[in-house]
């Protein structure tokens, strides 16, 4: 049992002597508070002094010798007519040499306009000028429509140059205004308004908010600081005793290894959080009020600052904080030294650089795959309630929840690599010894941290498999189950399987393939038979309380009309017994013999149910399988084998199957199926009830051995 006395005690110890440290202090105070304003600040000032200038730098423009003359009268006549000079049509048309007054041949240029030199080059070397930077763009005038009375024009311009990017705007803009002298003029010669041409005015707002300018920064840089504030803590708590050799007198004290563990894992889980907090609030502050919205919005009035949403986002931080302080005690365990625990930090830093850079490209959104992707799925989610936008509960609570699953494998597999005899006393290679198979010991059970590593990768894993797996039409319904069918051994029995057998643990004794008793079985039998009845009365219950969503309701009437047009002994097959053997395998073979080593029964078999719930991808359905979980856990246990427990699993999913795939099943037992919100008929509930409570009393008594 954990201690909280003494875990307290090494917690309180080891974070005064971190805070102690000004390394500590300068990466969690110093830079978010001191560094990030200077920095942004600055940046956005400089930014501010160094636009305009490049704007009225000289323009050196390329043009061929027969259209100098053409192009020294055009920039003369488009000043004159940005200061007011009057329209003659004469010279309204680049198919003619445009003229100017002889009271225009002084200097025109004003004061915020660059000044502009020609350079005569051939059209044929044109772009080479541009590319060797002896002229910021090229104009050539290649080709004249005698009917429409049109010129086509070439710009030739380097866009990775600033310089040459600028002199091009400027040129298109010229033009640009040419175009619309020559149209003004030709419609006032038809005697028609210039506001005949545009029927269509169009007034634009832009409703930009600090929060929407914040999206675009804030929560990759957020996730980074969370991570590199707990790198020195978890390097200085690992390598950093092992190399002040204080490690291993620490580990052989007279206190449980898992207290010094949980002690110190806390310290960095709370570097982390603080830092984090400081980070959001320091860049937050600095965006807002430093003029980096400015800087970054159109100039238009802006809404609130979304103050209301940055508490929501650190506390949606804290698991994601706990994941990365346990991945780097994990890390930095297998380091002898300061310097080789920063070596082993920078790839993982270098992977959390990934689906958060996926996560930032604009395209990316909150579903899919990108829901239960670590790292990217906290990049997006903060910049949905940055954004204000409506971000579903069920969407919220597939990141948090996957996330807290992803902390709970990484917390358990740092608790193991810390406290393994062979990582804290090792000289060299423990990081590979740990995956040789040959320096394994054979074990009867796996540890919870390989379960639930081994699980928490299979999550993400699986909800792509079944985003990816086609679905829609009747037609493909049976296709679809033929893939899930086929997927679901793969991922369930092969992947644990596989795990197992390489890590020298007894396939039996973790999968609990031990004959069970005959009163387990028949418990089985009468469970499977009765569980739909409190399921189905339960979801009732749930949709009276809370509503149906609109999009699961529809989903379901999609499955019914699948299911009915599809051969049931094939549904009962794919949705049925593929499922009831695949999970019970996985989830109350694997992932709860894990647990139940670790931790209290009751602790594993709904810890166990709600990974079970979780993996069903329904958040409306979360209740009634999570109920089931723990039904069939408690089963499992009881029994000692998972085979009550499959024979429940798979008559259950078969019964419900065949009430909803046959009409005349439903019809004969009372049931309106075109109303998913009425209670099912008494002569039902009444004795599936019982049979529920005298399957559960069948398995209440313990099998020994």
């Known amino acids: 049992m954990i201690s909280r006395r003494r ?4 917690y309180v110890k080891e974070l005064v002597d971190i805070l102690r440290d000004r390394r500590t202090l300068a990466a969690m105070v110093v830079v978010p508070l001191v560094l990030y304003p200077l920095l942004m600040v600055g940046s956005v000032q400089a930014l501010s002094a160094a636009s305009p200038d490049v704007s009225r730098k000289p323009i050196v423009i390329g043009v061929d010798m027969q259209d100098v003359h053409w192009l020294e009268k055009l920039v003369i006549d488009d000043r004159l007519s940005r200061r007011g000079g009057a329209l003659k049509p004469g010279r309204t048309s680049p198919s003619h040499e445009v003229g100017a007054d002889s009271d225009a041949e002084h200097d025109t240029q004003a004061d915020d306009e660059p000044e502009i030199f020609h350079r005569i080059v051939p059209q044929d070397e044109m772009a080479q000028a541009v590319r060797d930077r002896t002229i910021h763009v090229g104009v050539v005038r290649k080709e004249h429509d005698p009917v429409a009375d049109r010129w086509v024009i070439d710009i030739f311009s380097d866009p990775e140059e600033v310089r040459s990017r600028s002199a091009a705007e400027w040129v298109r803009g010229l033009l640009g205004r040419l175009a619309d002298r020559t149209v003004e003029w030709r419609v006032r010669q038809v005697g028609l308004p210039i506001e005949a041409l545009n029927p269509i005015v169009i007034e634009e707002h832009r409703v930009s908010t600090p929060g929407s300018i914040l999206s675009h920064i804030l929560p990759l840089i957020l996730v980074l600081m969370t991570i590199t504030g707990a790198i020195y803590p978890a390097i200085d708590l690992t390598a950093g005793e092992r190399e002040r ?6 580990m052989v004290c007279p206190v449980p290894v898992i207290d010094i563990i949980v002690g110190k894992f806390l310290v960095v889980a709370t570097v982390a959080i603080v830092g984090a907090a400081l980070n959001l609030a320091s860049v937050s502050a600095t965006v807002y009020f430093g003029g980096f919205e400015q800087a970054l919005g159109s100039g238009e009035p802006t809404g609130g600052f979304p103050f209301g949403v940055l508490p929501i986002i650190l506390v949606l931080l804290i698991p994601f904080a706990i994941l990365f302080s346990a991945i780097l005690i994990a890390v930095c365990s297998y380091a002898r030294t300061f310097k080789e625990a920063q070596n082993y930090i920078t790839p993982v830093i270098l992977a959390t650089l990934v689906p958060g850079g996926i996560a930032a490209l604009p395209t990316s959104e909150l579903q899919g795959v990108l829901t239960v992707m670590p790292v990217a799925n906290m990049v997006l989610l903060t910049r949905e309630l940055l954004l204000g936008s409506p971000v579903a509960l069920g969407t919220v609570t597939w990141v948090l929840g996957s996330t807290t699953l992803y902390a709970a494998a990484a917390v358990a597999v740092a608790a193991h690599v810390f406290g393994a005899e062979s990582v804290v006393f090792a000289d060299s290679g423990s990081l590979k010894a740990s995956f040789t198979r040959r320096t394994i010991k054979p074990a009867a059970l796996p540890s919870a941290a390989m379960t639930i590593l081994v699980v928490a990768i299979l999550l ?12 829609g039409d009747p037609g493909s319904f049976i296709r679809t189950l033929r893939l899930s069918a086929l997927a679901m051994p793969l991922c369930f029995i092969v992947v644990p399987l596989v795990v197992v057998v390489y890590w020298k643990i007894d396939v039996a004794v973790t999968f609990r393939l031990a004959v069970p008793s005959g009163r387990h079985v028949l418990a089985g039998v009468l469970l499977g038979l009765a569980l739909w009845v409190p399921a189905a009365e339960l979801s009732v219950l749930q949709s009276r309380l809370v509503g149906i969503p609109q999009t699961l309701r529809q989903a379901d009437e999609a499955l019914v009309a699948a299911l009915q047009t599809t051969p049931w002994w094939q549904v009962v097959f794919c949705l049925g017994v593929v499922p009831g053997l695949c999970e019970e395998v996985c989830f109350r073979g694997f992932l709860l013999s894990g647990l139940g080593g670790a931790v209290r029964k009751w602790t594993a078999i709904i810890a166990t149910a709600c990974v079970f719930a979780v993996f069903h991808l329904h958040f409306f359905k979360l209740p ?3 109920g089931l979980g723990i039904v069939l856990g408690y089963l499992c246990w009881q029994s000692r084998s998972i085979w009550p427990g499959v024979i429940a699993h798979v008559a259950h999913n078969s019964v419900s199957i065949v009430i909803t795939a046959i009409p005349a099943v439903a019809a004969r037992l009372g049931i309106d199926m075109t109303e998913p919100t009425a209670h099912l008929p008494a002569q039902i509930v ?11 009393a069948l398995a209440g008594r313990q099998r020994d051995g």
């Open 245 to 250: 050799g204080t490690l291993e007198t620490l």
């Open 686 to 696: 009444v004795p599936g009830i019982l049979l529920v409570v005298i399957g559960l």
């Open 7 to 10: 875990v307290s005690t090494v």
């Open 460 to 471: 993400p894993v699986w909800f792509f498999v079944q985003v990816n797996i086609p679905s």
């Open 624 to 626: 009634m399988t999570a």
